[in-house]
């Protein structure tokens, strides 16, 4: 009991000191915290928080597994952040690869976002019918077949940005885009403790920043990072993550050119950096949607601001203390939350996901043995940009009892 006493103090003062900054006000709450103190935190969703949420249609005509997207709820989260980046004059680029749909990202734009982030050509290809005017592609480019893709994306917005994220990969790019005669702005990646891309140091990046500067086809336009490594930072000590990572570039900036632009990207931090001096735009993507990483992990989002769900069917009970769903990692993908769940139950039982198949879902957990064969159940997933990855289409359920079925124009663009 002390040691949970300790842990809420130190999430509260964490909870206390994002608020007097406002930049998460309505984000974060109480009650979450004390969700995550405890011992087995995603059992214990909170069950009031859950029988409050606003009411749903039934779903017991509903063909599973599939996709369900709660309107106001996601419009809500959009707005919520691009007010956030507003408030502070901060531009908002979120990320499409969580959502991949060309109706969300019209409400991205809609809501004030700058431009869109892609992960690839094939991303930014889909997303051109929302009337996008700025991509940046956030991936290493070193094909030359990728060109004249390229080019033709170029022809189609006001400003196509893509990424350098090592020297031998900018001169890659340069021959790329030499073959299709094209000269595009470029971010240059500093790695600021995921260790996947960028460069791994300061004078690493300056260096970086010199090749650039001799390619005739790439314009250096700033400077950007992921800190994916922050949804493995305890959340009372996420806010000093977010200060190393922006030092970190603001110290490379300063030392290549103080008028780079400098762009993050997390929604773990980005809520956060966007009320920082010397941030210019952040790239967030979950936070559309939310999932268990950000209501549960690292705790940036309210259990009740979660939009999207994946419906699924009780298909079988074959034992005790176990019952199967009709989805499995084909649905869920195989991301897991650290303690090894891959969903939980929205309406606050105290079951969970704790192992996949391709087609089946095993369900454990305290109120596991009450569930029926047949019954429909709505869960939210460890992790969800990979789960839209997985489906064609959603069903878009909005307040007014209208339901919409929206087409996931870039699921499974991977090239």
């Known amino acids: 009991m002390d040691l949970q006493r300790r842990l809420r103090d130190a999430r509260l003062h964490h909870l206390k000191n994002f608020l007097d900054g406002n930049p998460l006000q309505n984000i974060v709450s109480v009650d979450v915290y004390d969700r995550i103190t405890q011992p087995v935190c995603l059992f214990k969703t909170n069950r009031k928080m859950a029988m409050e949420s606003r009411t749903v249609p039934d779903f017991s005509s509903y063909l599973t597994p599939c996709i369900l997207i709660e309107h106001e709820k996601m419009q809500a989260n959009i707005d919520r952040m691009q007010q956030v980046c507003d408030r502070h004059h901060v531009e908002l680029r979120p990320h499409i690869k969580t959502h991949k749909m060309v109706a969300v990202a019209k409400r ?101 920043a010199k090749v650039i500067h001799r390619l005739p086809h790439l314009e250096l336009h700033g400077i950007y990072t992921h800190e994916g490594h922050s949804y493995g930072v305890a959340s009372e000590k996420i806010s000093e993550c977010a200060r190393d990572v922006l030092n970190r570039l603001l110290v490379l900036k300063k030392r290549i050119d103080p008028g780079l632009r400098v762009w993050p990207g997390c929604s773990v931090t980005a809520a956060i950096m966007a009320t920082m001096p010397g941030v210019d735009a952040v790239r967030p993507g979950a936070y559309v949607f939310g999932d ?124």
């Open 108 to 208: 991205q734009l809609q809501a004030g976002a700058a431009g869109l982030t892609c992960a690839k050509i094939g991303e930014a290809e889909a997303m051109l019918p929302s009337g996008v005017e700025s991509i940046f592609i956030a991936n290493s480019i070193v094909d030359p077949l990728q060109g004249p893709r390229l080019k033709a994306i170029a022809g189609q917005v006001r400003e196509l940005i893509l990424a350098c994220t090592s020297e031998g990969q900018a001169v890659a790019l340069e021959q790329v885009l030499a073959g299709v005669g094209l000269k595009l702005p470029v971010m240059l990646a500093l790695d600021t403790g995921l260790c996947r891309e960028g460069a791994r140091s300061i004078e690493a990046g300056v260096q970086l």
């Open 292 to 415: 268990l990483s950000l209501t549960h992990r690292v705790v940036t989002m309210e259990w009740a601001q979660v939009a999207l769900t994946v419906l699924a069917t009780v298909v079988d009970k074959p034992e005790p203390g176990m019952a199967l769903i009709d989805a499995g990692s084909k649905v869920f993908s195989s991301d897991k939350t650290p303690n090894g769940q891959s969903a939980c139950s929205l309406d606050g039982r105290r079951i969970a996901v704790t192992n996949l198949s391709e087609e089946h879902g095993f369900i454990t957990g305290e109120d596991v043995d009450e569930l029926k064969i047949g019954q429909k159940l709505r869960f939210v997933g460890a992790h969800v940009c990979p789960v839209l990855n997985l489906t064609d289409e959603v069903h878009v359920i909005h307040e007014d009892g209208r339901v919409d079925c929206w087409p996931v124009e870039a699921r499974g663009r991977v090239r």
